[in-house]
């Protein structure tokens, strides 16, 4: 799977958009971007995940550019129960495994 | 309605004991895997179940670790003579089937070794 590459940490106010960028570079045809986060003391939750065109649903929006490099996590209006660690994971999708391979991710802190 | 569900929650033990680690997936979920997060770190793999049988359980960091799932419903992580490097916590995770896009995240259990 692609490795991907996000900011450490994010702050937003509450109220407003947080766009939280991740670079894949080296992503391939076949591998969908994925959006996973992570409250703290919690599993993971899963938030979105597309191919090639932007995505939404009623958490987020996933903004993927033309040449598939890097995408965007957009939650429009963060609130303080927003706050989480936010992981980009490219892979493939629908693999005999489904497993998830997760770097590092982006602390995203709402603040009021 | 009901998510995966991992007990205990917390667990203290002494190096060199054996502690095994519960998971109850989502009814009806196929795919089963396991997961270990380092403090500040992301989860990483550590075995997927299809069914009763282990697909890949590449992640399993040495002998120690072994995982069960008996009917192919719970789920066992067991790990033997434990050591401090082993703290972390304990993640298990559930998908209809492995070619679901969405896997469900039970809470964890949070290992101890001292």
């Known amino acids: 799977d692609a490795k991907t590459t996000q900011p450490t940490s994010m702050d937003c106010a509450e109220g407003r958009a947080a766009n939280l960028p991740c670079n894949h570079s080296?992503?391939?045809?076949?591998?969908?971007v994925y959006w996973y986060r992570q409250i703290h003391s919690q599993g993971p939750q899963y938030i979105i995940h597309g191919l090639k065109n932007n995505e939404t649903n009623e958490m987020a929006s996933l903004i993927i550019t033309e040449d598939r490099k890097s995408s965007t996590l957009i939650l429009p209006h963060a609130t303080l129960r927003d706050t989480a660690v936010y992981y980009c994971?490219?892979?493939?999708?629908?693999?005999?495994?489904?497993?998830?391979?997760f770097g590092g991710g982006t602390r995203l802190m709402v603040k009021p | 309605g009901a998510g995966v569900s991992q007990t205990p929650s917390n667990k203290v033990t002494e190096k060199g004991k054996y502690v095994e680690l519960r998971c109850d997936p989502i009814?009806?979920?196929?795919?089963l895997y396991w997961y270990r997060q380092s403090l500040g770190q992301g989860p990483e793999f550590l075995i997927y179940f299809q069914g009763t049988g282990a697909a890949d359980d590449s992640g399993l960091p040495n002998d120690r670790f072994f995982a069960v799932r008996p009917e192919g419903s719970v789920s066992t992580l067991k790990i033997q003579r434990t050591e401090r490097g082993d703290s972390a916590v304990y993640l298990c995770a559930s998908s209809p089937e492995a070619r679901n896009t969405e896997a469900f995240f039970g809470q964890g259990t949070r290992l101890t070794v001292v």
């Open positions: 080296t992503i391939s045809g076949n591998e969908y």
């Open positions: 009814s009806g979920h196929t795919a």
């Open positions: 994971i490219v892979r493939v999708a629908y693999n005999a495994g489904n497993m998830l391979t």
